[in-house]
């Protein structure tokens, strides 16, 4: 069936640096991916999304690419803060089936 | 608004008892959604509805049944649990059939022994 792999699982980084976290699906009609970021105890809640006709978006400190021939999508965090520590997680959706499948998460830890 | 609403928060189940967790959303998404986590495993898709009176299954189906007679309310029940089903289980919805990113509810911590 359908999946999506990522990693690293965890990521340590020092205050101030980049974070870079990627994702593979399978599915090629894959065309929303989303990205969400869950604090200890908390829901998960959607940090950026990027859609399959668009390469790259940009909010404040966080990106996303998007290179569809390979079927990669990569989370891009700069200036990263101790708030920024959490798991973060990628997620796959395909139109045609209306089915979302999520990668298995990344440990992120700034340390300060 | 509300949001996305869970209940209960916990719960503790026997092996073989049956228990139903409840999802409402008051936003008006027709995609709604149930997930299990389970540590290292991430969020794995139960059973998803695409409107009222329409239910599909995801990746872990077994042992879970679900229905969707109003587009506010999409239940969870688990039919005989078994310690297999101890998780964290999250319900989401999203507008644009899914194309609008999940809210999710709190979540339910279930345990069963």
């Known amino acids: 069936g359908e999946n999506v792999e990522q990693h690293p699982s965890t990521l340590s980084v020092q205050e101030g640096d980049s974070a870079v976290i990627k994702c593979t699906y399978s599915d090629s009609a894959s065309n929303y991916f989303p990205w969400y970021k869950q604090e200890l105890g908390k829901r998960p809640q959607l940090i950026i999304d990027i859609r399959s006709n668009v390469g790259e978006k940009k909010d404040q400190r966080i990106a996303v690419t998007l290179n569809k021939t390979a079927k990669h999508f990569s989370l891009h965090i700069t200036e990263t803060q101790p708030e920024d520590s959490a798991v973060y997680f990628c997620a796959a959706y395909t139109s045609g089936t209306y089915k979302y499948i999520f990668g298995t998460g990344t440990r992120l830890k700034v340390l300060a | 608004n509300a949001g996305v609403t869970q209940t209960p928060k916990f719960q503790v189940l026997k092996t073989g008892q049956s228990m139903t967790l409840q999802c409402a959303q008051d936003?008006?998404?027709?995609?709604m959604s149930w997930y299990r986590q389970d540590p290292g495993m991430g969020l794995r898709l139960i059973h998803y509805s695409v409107g009222a009176g329409i239910t599909d299954q995801g990746e872990v189906p077994n042992g879970y049944n679900v229905s969707r007679s109003t587009t506010e309310d999409f239940p969870l029940r688990l039919l005989s649990a078994a310690p297999s089903q101890t998780s964290v289980y999250f319900c989401a919805s999203s507008s644009d059939r899914g194309q609008g990113g999940y809210t999710f509810g709190s979540g339910t911590r279930l345990t069963v022994v």
């Open positions: 936003m008006n998404h027709e995609y």
